[in-house]
Each structure stands twice: as structure tokens, then as C-alpha cells.
């Protein structure tokens, strides 16, 4: 097995850009200082970025480099998602251990590739280096929206109906059980490991012009919507008897009750969450049917302070605590246990 | 002193969310899936990113968090520089350990800013979490350029004069003092830590419309020029005697001839190294007397496959490997020997 040591840097970039296929708007990509890009005229500029360390977002023991690949890309597809735009260019940076085997990098670059692709998506710079210790992947997207169109997390109003598409807590689930050392079954490891960035859902979202605020959903439902909540100055009310849930995750629900937790607030399920007027939910409901997708009202925006409460199958009502994942703190509390 | 694990992501996030001043063109920054940003109609997009690793990239040995806050982002500016372009827009991607101090990762950041905001450059995403190990840092920053506008790597023809801007050599003199345990002079230090991007003088060539090929020094002078060379498919003179040296640099050339090898080789010294035609020169020339920055020209570009030929102050040549520094190979060297 050829080490990274053996090839070098520029052996290994000139492997990645003879992958690239030309794309639309590129008059510069790999190469060059910058990338010169001519984006469609009317149209405005998303842009999102993420860093990815290893023991910190993935772990080697039950994520292949080819998983990594998919997913780094997919969380960035995501993002561009989540404000209703198209995504069209993609930065890879790239640090790995000198002792990294070759056929491991390559297998992360060409699943990374192929999903862009299958986006329509193009490589246009990034960066190799060598890393003192952990696999670190940074990545930018860049996508476009038409002008106006493109969704953020401010606009939710009271009144409006609380919607997700697909179904929740699989990726957690499947997470969870990995960490015990369990298989997760093929659905739920492909959810948590090869999830798919919801972008045609997006761009028919934002192509409606009726949906107020979007997010995906990352750190989990009841964070992400916090977002949207602290943004848009509301709060909402969950009902927790329509959370979506995949035919796995319910047969595990049904051994272990405790586990709706991870439906309301594991994170990694890249769903998109919105919110719309009553008034145009039928027409949306139909959309999700037309993309072979499902979209479930999961609770309703009220006027008041950013809180976010939970309706129990009985009709109890509970106040949720709605901040994200915070990597510092939730390392600083295992650390402290 | 406060610890990162003690203030926790989001409060972090706050903090540099509050040291953000509002930017021309940008509709959502810091805290939504993506930024969307609305670029000067008529300009094309230039987008440059970077990944800097401890004990890769930087050494706290010797460099403070308020010099790589200053280097992360001068060095992605100096990339659009070398296009000619504008630099708009910054994403800082940070990851330390839980047990960095956060007054250190202020340092980081405060001076980062006042960098990108001495530019017009304003921070609209980023991300920030725990590191199992080293400090990373990832930037991207786009710009634009007046479209046709933008200078590749690519057009240098024969015939062409090669200048380049300041002097040379300064960075990797002072790093090779730093390494040996020395303390370089302030001119010397100053030019390692907090290089300037020359972003006026690449906008004010790409004006002209004369300059056939750019790229900014990061690996040195003979790297950086075999870029170039293969990008164009040219080769080039260079006149050792022509080099621009700074009185310090001078000085210890004296002591030891041996050191003008960095001048020809040392990274960093982020001048802007390009390519025009002869009778082009003396206009150029007086652009960089009233940016108040020398343009030295060093050589001159034929016709031929890519190679690199050096004269001597004698008229004697002789060919120069051009590759740039190689992270994986220049490592491993160090571990066979």
C-alpha cells in the first residue's frame, strides 16, 4: 500500500484535478491562485464553509474515508439547501498524516467527487497538507439563489405551521449504536453515513416564495428550530406524537421508549426544517408528494420569547431547552463524568 | 485565565459575531445555513481558500495567535491579490484545544479582523470547534475582478519581462533565525509575521490590462516562477544579480553568501511576482513608484519547455529545479535523514 509520504503533495493534487470534469461558469478552477468563477446573471451568491476534525465530527473506527468523502460534502450541500439555492462549486481542503495510505485518500476524494457531481457540482480549489496528527477536512460550497429568493432562518411569523421532510433520529440512532459496538441496521448506517442533502426539496421550497424561514437540520430538531426561533423572534410548540419516524427507528422506539430523545434532538439528519402559513400547506404537502418525499406539520410558531415547548401523545405541555450541540461544553461534560 | 471549554462554542461564536461590522453586498452573514452575499454587477467571482495546521503551517514556538490571525488572512488575501482582483468577503473556520485560552483566541481573532477590515473585507461565516490536538485554521475569502479582468498563471509569453515586487528573501531569513533559535531583526520578524498582501498593486496591474501572467510568492521565488512556466508553457532567465534585496537581508548576505538560496527559494515572502511585455515596463514601473513599492524586473521569459535558468553575476548559467515546496515530501526527507 503506497503512503502519502511516497506520492507528495503535487502528485496527489495532479491525481484529483485529472478527476475534474470542466463545469459551467468556471474561467479559472484547480490551479491558479483563485478560482475565477462567472456566476448567472440575477442571480445572488450563497456561500457556506465547515471544518471537519477527526475525533471531534467522525471517527475512523465506524466511518470509512469514503463515507467521510460523501459527507463532507453533503453536510456543505446542505447548508446551500437550506436557503433554497442551487449549489455549484466546491473547495476541498485536505490534511492527513504522512503515514495516510493513498488508496484511503483516494477513496474519500472520489465519493467527495461523485457527489458533487451528481449535483452538478464542480471541484475548483483546495488545498493538501500534511497533519502533525488527526484527518482534517475543510470544504466550501458555493451556490446561488435568485435574487430575493433565497430563504433564511428570520422569517417565521405566529401562525405559521412547523414542517420537516423525511424522517428524524436515524442518523442519532444509528450513531448510538455504533458507539455500543452494536451494527446498526443498513437503512440506519446509511442515514447516518451517506445522508443526502435535500437540494430539489430546497429549490422548490424557495421557488414557491411562501416558506418564511428554513434550516437544515444538524445538531437535531429541537436545536435547529431554536435557531429559527432566536432568529425570527417566536416561539413554537411541538407536537411530539407527529414527529416523522422511519420503520427502524419505530421498531426501536418500541424496545426503548427513552429513544424519541434522539428524534428530538440528535442531530445529523440533514432534513429540511420550515416553516409556512396554514394557507399554503396543501400546496406544499403536494410538492413533497411530487419529489417522492415526505414533509410532516410538526408543530405550529406562536408570538413570545424564543422558547420552544413540547406537546406529549397525552396532551401535556413541557418547556425544551433549544440551544445546539456545543462541541467545547459537551467534551467538557464527559470530561468532567 | 478563561479556557475554551469554560466559555463554550456559541458564546464564542457571539463574541466574534459582535467584533462584526456590517459589510456593502452582504443580505445574511454570521448565523444563518449560508451567507448570501449580492456581488457588483459586471464582476466576476474570485474565491481562494486555505488550511493552516499547527506545527505544519505555524509554530506558537514563535508565532503568536495574533500574528496567525494576521498571516491566516493576509495570505488568502495575497491569493486574490495575484489575480488582481477585490477582496470582499471572509469565512474563518477555527479549531483549538478545549484548554486553549480564550484571551489567546481573541489575539486570533481581533487581529484577523482588523486585517480584513483595513481591505473592505468583511467576516460572514466561519465555524469554530474543539480540536483533539493541534490548532487549525481554515479561510476562504472571495473577491471579484472586473470581468476578463482577472491574471491567471497562464499567459506569460516569450519574449515577456519577469518582475517581481519588494524584496525577497526577508521571511525566510528570519524563519531560518527563529529555527536556529535566534532573534531576527524587527524588519525581518515583521516581514515573516505580518506580511502584507499587495492587494492595491494587483488591482492597479490588472487596470492596466498588460500583465500576461501573476501568481503571489508563498513557496519562493523559483517555485512560484515554475507555476507560471508550466501554466504558460514557456521557460525563463533569471538574473541572480537583479534580485531585489532588503538592507537587512543585505547585511546578512554579507556574512554568508549562502543565503541568497532563500531569496531564489525561501516561501513567503507574499510579493507579487508577474509577467508583461518589455515595452510595457516603464508604465508599470512608475505604478509601483507611486504605490510607493519597488518593481524590480529579474528575468525574462523564452520560448521553450518549461526550466528555469539561472545567470550568475559572473554571465555563467545554470538550470534551477522549479517544483514548489512539497509539505509530505519536504517532511519525509526530514525523517529519512
Known sequence: MMKLNEL????????IRAQVKPGAGVLRGIGDDAAQLELPVGEQLLTSTDLLIESCHFDFAWTTPA?????????????????????RYLYLGLACPGSAEVSAIEAFMTEALALAEAHGVTLVGGDTCRSPGPWVVSVTVEGTAATGRAIGRDGARPGDVVVVSGSLGDSALALAQLQRGQSPAEFLARRHHRPEARVALGQALAATGCVSAMIDLSDG???????????????????????????????????????????????????????????????????????????????????????????????????????GFDHFAARKQRDDA
Open 67 to 87: 463515507d467521510l468523502g460523501h459527507k463532507a460534502v453533503a453536510v456543505n450541500l446542505s447548508d446551500i439547501a437550506a436557503m433554497g439555492g442551487t449549489p
Open 221 to 323: 430538531l429541537s436545536s435547529d428550530l431554536g435557531h429559527i426561533l432566536e432568529a425570527s423572534h417566536v416561539r413554537a410548540r411541538l407536537d411530539l406524537a407527529a414527529l416523522p419516524l422511519s420503520e427502524p427507528f419505530t421498531a426501536a422506539l418500541q424496545a426503548d421508549p427513552e429513544l424519541l430523545e434522539l428524534a428530538l434532538s440528535g442531530g445529523e439528519d440533514y432534513e429540511l426544517l420550515f416553516t409556512l402559513a396554514e394557507a399554503d400547506l396543501p400546496a406544499v404537502l403536494d410538492l413533497g408528494r411530487q419529489l417522492n418525499l415526505p414533509l410532516t406539520p410538526v408543530g405550529v410558531i406562536q408570538a413570545g420569547e424564543p422558547s420552544l415547548l413540547l406537546r406529549e401523545a397525552s396532551g401535556a405541555e413541557r418547556s425544551c431547552q433549544t440551544r
Open 8 to 15: 507528495g503533495e503535487f502528485a496527489l493534487i495532479d491525481r
